[in-house]
């Protein structure tokens, strides 16, 4: 058996193995044998059915699987040896197949296309510098707050007449463009909420209304054209939401207020536990103390942001493009040119930070041990047990954690995210941040750029 290796250029490469009779007959006649053992076939006692009878009905085949089982080990085996770090999987180079006639004669040759990893270093510094942002608590951002807390606990209420954020409980019909009802069109009971309306001219037409009241809505221009909140409020698909152009009729049946809860004793404790809260000032001390723990890791999660796109254009290196779009088609039958194209950006960033963790953690002996993951993943089963309203003690939730990591898939998804924390923690450690104090609303204003 003869495996050599023609390097293209830094990024792709070609294996080539040969495969002599010398080779794979050993392997082929053991597994003829070892079929005849096991082999039932009418006519002859089990275990004593002649190798050559075997060979006779299943030979090619057994050939085929021992050929292929030769060429993936004997792969392997070189890129290990040669210490070779592969993007992908090597894939069959196309164009130049032979063809052959399995005769346990032939001198089989295999030509594989591999896509090698890009080499270059990382050097995270102090002097390089990202922004940390502290994000304040506005006035804005808290009475929002409190007016969503107050409503949660507060009191339905049908008042006479609408008033902004009131929810109108409503019949919807589909109108032609003449204004008459359209025949078998759309027709729905919803209850449309005033703060869910985009357009601030259909929002006041909205205002003033009564039981009984009717008008004209154009529904699209009132969720600026938004296909999930329309087939939400009338109840159908969101492809056909995305095409409708028809207005509706809306004839209010009931207006329906959510009244504030009052700031008083009995609210607080609902909310902290009786006596934990007393005043109105404490209780506002407290939702900013809740609004900033939230907003601290909103900013970790912007600072995790900024550290990959820093990371991207700080290290620069190729790869090699054109062999993974071959091998993502390989691997991905159903996806079609346009996805590919589509979708190969993105795929390739990903790859990018991937190769660059994997240099951090080499370059700076960062290890990755079980007792993290195991920790990540209670933590991470934890909270699911904490949104269900679940109390569950330390011993069942490990537990629930070993049996979570008995799976594959999920172990290394907790790997993978332990991973990323720890190359975010050391790039933190390493880099100057410079913290910058914002708004909330400065610093939602941030996405929308």
């Known amino acids: 058996m003869n495996i050599s290796q023609e390097k293209i250029d830094n990024l792709n490469a070609v294996v080539k193995i040969n495969i002599n009779p010398e080779d794979y007959q050993p392997r082929v006649d053991k597994a003829i044998k070892d079929q005849a053992k096991k082999a039932k076939i009418p006519g002859f006692r089990p275990g004593m059915v002649p190798a050559s009878h075997i060979k006779k ?18 792969l392997n085996k ?64 808290l009475a929002a707050r409190i007016k969503n807390i107050r409503r ?14 009131d929810v109108l409980y409503s019949d919807l019909v589909q109108l032609s463009p003449d204004g008459s009802v359209f025949e078998d069109g759309i027709t729905n009971t919803a209850s449309v909420r005033l703060d869910q309306i985009k357009d601030e001219a259909i929002k006041a037409s909205l205002i003033g209304l009564k039981k009984g009241d009717e008008l004209i809505l154009d529904i699209q221009k009132a969720f600026d054209n938004d296909a999930a909140k329309v087939a939400g409020l ?20 009931n207006v329906n207020r959510l009244e504030e809860s009052d700031l008083n004793q009995e609210f607080f404790d609902k909310l902290f536990g009786e006596g934990t809260v007393t005043t109105e000032e404490e209780f506002k001390a407290k939702i900013t103390t809740e609004i900033e723990t939230m907003m601290q890791q909103d900013s970790e999660r912007k600072l995790q942001e900024d550290i990959f796109q820093y990371g991207l254009d700080k290290v620069q ?21 346009e996805e590919l194209e589509g979708g190969y950006n993105d795929f390739a960033k990903n790859l990018k930070w991937t190769l660059i963790e994997n240099k951090v953690l080499k370059q700076n002996s960062i290890e990755i041990k079980y007792e993290e993951v195991f920790e990540l993943a209670k933590a991470r089963l934890g909270q699911q047990f904490q ?30 995210d332990v991973k990323a924390l720890k190359v975010f923690e050391y790039i933190k450690s390493v880099v100057t941040l410079e913290p910058k104090e914002i708004t909330y609303t400065e610093f939602t204003g941030l996405f929308a750029k």
């Open 78 to 141: 070189y890129l290990e040896d040669e210490k070779l770090e592969v993007l992908g999987q090597p894939l069959p180079k196309t164009g130049d197949e032979k063809e052959y006639n399995w005769d346990f004669a032939d001198n089989f040759e295999f030509n594989y296309e591999l896509g090698l990893a890009p080499d270059f270093g990382v050097d995270f510094s102090a002097k390089d510098k990202l922004t940390q942002y502290v994000i304040k608590v506005d006035e804005e951002t």
């Open 152 to 165: 949660s606990y507060g009191k339905m209420t049908n008042p006479d007449v609408s008033a902004e954020d």
């Open 387 to 416: 949104m269900y309203g679940q109390g569950i003690d330390e011993e069942q939730l490990g537990q629930y954690a070993v049996q979570y990591l008995q799976n594959r898939e999920n172990a290394n998804k907790i790997f993978e």
């Open 57 to 74: 009905m299943y030979g090619k085949s057994i050939l085929v699987d021992e050929i292929n089982n030769m060429l993936s080990d004997t």
């Open 234 to 253: 009338l109840k159908i698909e969101e492809e056909t939401a995305a095409d409708l152009k028809s207005n509706f009729r809306l004839t209010v049946k």
């Open 317 to 337: 290196f190729e790869l090699p493009d054109e062999f993974l779009k071959r091998w993502l088609k390989a691997t991905n039958e159903k996806l079609t040119p």
